[in-house]
């Protein structure tokens, strides 16, 4: 079966620090890759996606992810996090069978002042 | 703006009842979902549906049933057989995968906080 790993499911990072959040799916054949963002009491939303093209992908509040396709793997990554990165994290994966998206457990941030 | 609509954003429950969550979009999607999410959890799929008057379970139907009689509109009713009903339920929608649309990913609403009192 498809699956999709955070390998974290809580990161503490002071304010500033970079932080990286670790993403692996079980497939290699051809995917769609997501990051979304969801604080508390909200809905998700979409911080970038890997759709093509560039591997090295550029989202919303300075975040960006990077397309391993060797590791199946898609981390995201900012080199200086604010207070306000306090969120949980969700990595999604779309196999071009079909347009279900499977999703990771998810990644709590917490940014400490 | 386009986007989905769910409401209320806060529900009760009573022991032995049925309530319905609604689930509204003007994206022109073809294809809509719902997701429970309990605390420290990820998110778990009740049901989907591709096409208006069609749907599916997904892993965790029980205790819960839908319908898809127009497109924009994806109501989930959770039943009395739901047995532990209190959880956060989001809905999202996608475009259809045959759709050149350039975001195959979903866009979700913002959530119903459902508590059984």
């Known amino acids: 079966a498809q699956s999709v790993t955070q390998l974290d499911s809580q990161v503490p990072v002071f304010e500033e620090a970079p932080v990286e959040l670790r993403c692996n799916y079980s497939?290699?054949?051809?995917?769609?890759l997501f990051w979304y963002v969801q604080y508390p009491n909200q809905g998700l939303q979409l911080l970038l996606k890997y759709l093509s093209g560039s591997t090295l992908v550029k989202g919303i509040n300075g975040f960006e992810a990077e397309f391993n396709k060797s590791q199946t793997s898609f981390h995201l990554r900012k080199p200086s996090v604010h207070i306000s990165d306090t969120a949980e994290y969700f990595c999604?994966?779309?196999?071009?069978?079909?347009?279900?998206?499977?999703f990771g457990g998810g990644t709590r941030l917490m940014v400490k002042p | 703006d386009g986007g989905i609509t769910q409401s209320p954003k806060y529900l009760f429950r009573k022991e032995g009842q049925n309530v319905t969550l609604s689930c509204e979009q003007n994206l022109n999607h073809d294809a809509m979902y719902w997701y429970r999410q309990d605390p420290g959890q990820g998110l778990r799929l009740i049901y989907y549906?591709?096409?208006?008057?069609?749907?599916q379970k997904g892993d965790i139907a029980e205790g819960y049933s839908v319908s898809r009689e127009k497109k924009e509109s994806f109501p989930l009713t959770v039943t009395s057989a739901q047995k532990n009903p209190t959880a956060f339920y989001l809905c999202a929608s996608s475009i259809e995968a045959q759709w050149t649309g350039v975001n195959y990913g979903y866009t979700f609403g913002s959530g119903t906080r459902l508590t059984v009192v």
């Open positions: 999604a994966v779309r196999y071009n069978a079909g347009n279900m998206l499977t």
């Open positions: 549906s591709q096409i208006v008057n069609d749907f």
């Open positions: 497939s290699s054949v051809s995917v769609y």
